[in-house]
Every structure is written in structure tokens, then in C-alpha cells.
């Protein structure tokens, strides 16, 4: 009787850790967007009014309050999404599917074959390098310490791009690197290439600088060159994603095409730990009372 005592307050105790490391806060999580519009081909993202990243009003946003950019953004960076994380299990889907469903409205989500960093097949083949212009930018935050993992995905399986690119960042753009007074502090820039000479598995230096494009505040922490990349968010911080296609010996100027990513909140694993120290007191317990009786 005793030991049916002890299975079953194990299961219990099984039972309800599964469910709090396992809750699902898709309802509450949630992605934002910008509704600005380009012409066809062009993958801007401007977050003010004029076309370019430093002149005119804030484009109203999708998913924040009174349709302002999100989680404070004041920067001159081009951004087409953001997306915040509650809860441990969240899963988010960035989409353009994802945008008409939640907003009634088409967000422009688009990249180019070699617009992360077009690498050579073969060590010592010719190196390539990507182009800010077609490349897409997200930003993320989490209310919680969790690891998440983004994974990208075309969004026609008949079209062109098999392969993506993702770098991030810690923070995001703070604007103070612009002073139209100052062509020394120009600012963000889209039409700049980055990951110049990056060989995957070779030479990767070209992916792991800080600030590519000209920003203030983005710093860099991991990247990913076959479509996936998994980091550690730390509760309350923004980070920056990059993204763009990153085919062997892509194009960085060709044909845009629709993406869709997923964003996944994943279990740390120390509360794996702690569950397990939770049943090893468990079966303590219940030994210490078969010795007493």
C-alpha cells in the first residue's frame, strides 16, 4: 500500500511539471507588423513614412497599442516584424498568412536568394557576400529566460530559395548613430553588403560583427546558415533578427520571395533539473516512512 502511495504521488508530481513546462501560450503571444508597402521587388521595411529610414512620420504597426512600433523602437533601421514571447512553450509563426488571419492585412515578408550571404559549396571556391537591401529584420522579446529557436521555411514550395540565413543580435537599433548634419554619423544603411568572404564552416568572421549597417546598440550573438538558428533570451531583452536568403552562389540582387518563420520558446533545461530534484524528495520521503514504520 505504501509503495502504491509513493507511485502515485510521483505521477502526480510527473504530471504537473509536464503541464507547467508544457503550457502552450500561443493566445497571449503574439507577432506585430508593419504595414508599409513597396513596389514589387523591393524589400525596404521602412518603420517613417518617406520611403527612406531617416525622413518622414512612424508607419502605424499591426498588434501594438495606437498602432505605434514596437517595444519602443526609436531607431533608423528597417524592420518588418516583432514578436513577443509570454510563456515557455509559446509558438509563433511569422507569415504573411500569419498577418492577414490576426490583422486583415498582407505584411510585406520578402528576401532574396543571396541577400544573408551567398557561399561557395567548396572550400576555397569563390566567396560572396550578401546585400542589406534584400535582407528582412525582426525583432524579438521574451518576458521570461527561455531558449528560443527560430526556424525559416519558403513560403512557395515551387519558388526559388531553399536556404536561409539568420543572424541575432542583442538590442536593437537606438537611432544616435544618424546626424543629418554629420556624414560621419550616417546612420542605418539597406543598400550596404555584409558577410563579405563568408565560407560556411570556414570563414565565418564576416557574420559576427556588431552593428553591419550602420545602427548603434546591435550587438552579435549567434547565427545560423542552414535555415535554423536556437539562442538564450534573457527575460525583458530585445533582440535583433537578420535574415535573407543564403544560397550557394545566390544572387543579392534577385527576384524577392516570401518567407515564413517560426519562432519557438523553448524549455530551459533547468527546470528539468528542478523537476528531477523534485521526485528524488519524493522517493526520499517515502523510504525515511517505510523505515519509521
Known amino acids: 500500500m505504501k509503495k502504491t502511495n509513493l507511485a502515485k504521488a510521483v505521477a502526480i508530481a510527473a504530471?504537473?511539471?509536464?503541464?507547467?513546462?508544457?503550457?502552450?501560450?500561443?493566445?497571449?503571444?503574439?507577432?506585430?507588423?508593419n504595414t508599409a508597402h513597396f513596389p514589387e521587388g523591393m524589400t525596404d521595411g521602412w518603420t517613417l513614412s518617406g520611403g527612406k529610414s531617416k525622413i518622414g512620420t512612424p508607419v502605424p504597426w499591426k498588434g501594438t497599442e495606437g498602432g505605434v512600433r514596437p517595444f519602443g523602437f526609436v531607431g533608423t533601421q528597417a524592420l518588418s516584424w516583432a514578436a513577443a514571447i509570454h510563456d515557455s512553450g509559446s509558438v509563433l509563426k511569422v507569415s504573411q498568412a500569419d498577418s492577414v488571419a490576426n490583422?486583415?492585412?498582407?505584411?510585406?515578408?520578402?528576401?532574396?536568394?543571396?541577400?544573408w550571404g551567398a557561399w561557395p559549396i567548396e572550400e576555397g571556391g569563390t566567396s560572396l557576400q550578401g546585400w542589406g537591401h534584400n535582407v528582412d529584420f525582426g525583432l524579438i522579446k521574451s518576458d521570461i529566460d527561455t531558449n528560443i529557436r527560430i526556424d525559416l521555411a519558403k513560403v512557395d514550395p515551387m519558388g526559388a530559395g531553399d536556404n536561409f540565413g539568420i543572424t541575432v543580435f542583442t538590442g536593437m537599433d537606438d537611432g544616435t548613430n544618424y546626424d543629418a548634419g554629420n556624414r560621419d554619423k550616417p546612420g542605418f544603411s539597406h543598400h550596404a553588403p555584409w558577410n563579405s568572404g563568408y565560407i560556411s564552416g570556414v570563414l565565418e568572421v564576416g557574420a559576427k560583427v556588431d552593428d553591419p549597417f550602420g545602427t548603434h546598440g546591435v550587438k552579435y550573438l549567434t547565427h545560423g546558415d542552414q535555415s535554423t538558428v536556437t539562442f538564450h533570451a534573457v527575460a525583458g531583452q530585445v533582440y535583433s533578427v537578420y535574415l535573407g536568403g543564403n544560397e550557394?552562389?545566390?544572387?543579392?540582387?534577385?527576384?524577392?520571395y516570401g518567407y515564413e518563420a517560426t519562432i519557438s520558446a523553448v524549455p530551459v533545461p533547468a527546470a528539468a533539473w528542478l523537476f528531477g530534484s523534485g521526485l528524488i524528495g519524493l522517493v526520499s520521503l517515502g523510504r525515511r516512512k517505510q523505515e519509521v514504520v
Open 103 to 115: 490583422y486583415g492585412f498582407e505584411a510585406e515578408l520578402d528576401t532574396a536568394n543571396g541577400a
Open 248 to 256: 550557394v552562389n545566390g544572387e543579392h540582387f534577385g527576384k524577392s
Open 15 to 33: 504530471t504537473g511539471a509536464v503541464l507547467s513546462l508544457g503550457v502552450s501560450s500561443v493566445a497571449s503571444a503574439k507577432v506585430m507588423y
